[in-house]
């Protein structure tokens, strides 16, 4: 077992399990493994920031071009809150994301930005109006025209 990390991750990966599989520790890559495992922390993180900037964003077409609301917007705010849902169930700690004020200003001007391109409108609120867990996350709720 020869394959180093720069020259091809996904041999590295194997090579490194079947080690750990064998119990020949003193051969590990332990510096790579362990920034291995944080990338998977981040990765999950930045899913939930996609899936929470979609989920905005639809949400503000909903709420800014009620003459345009359909079953596609609303199959999509559906299908992102589950995900979602799925994935903090699965990693409980990303919850903390959701409280964080930097996290969720990013995650807003993804939204933002997003919901612009696809209206061509420019007249969003500077910071989420919405409560994060009761209504962005909320089975069922909508925001309403003002």
Known sequence: MQTTYETDVVAWANEQAGL??????????????????????????????????????HLLKWQYQPERQGASWENTIRAQRKEIAYGLDEAPSLRTKLREERWLDMVWSKAVAQAGNETGLNCWPSACPWLIETEVLGIGWLPTHE
């Open 20 to 57: 750990i599989r064998a119990g020949q520790f003193n051969l590990l890559d332990l510096e790579h493994i362990a920034e291995e495992i944080e990338d998977v922390g981040k990765s999950e993180q930045r899913e939930l920031a996609s899936r929470m900037a979609v989920l905005m964003a």
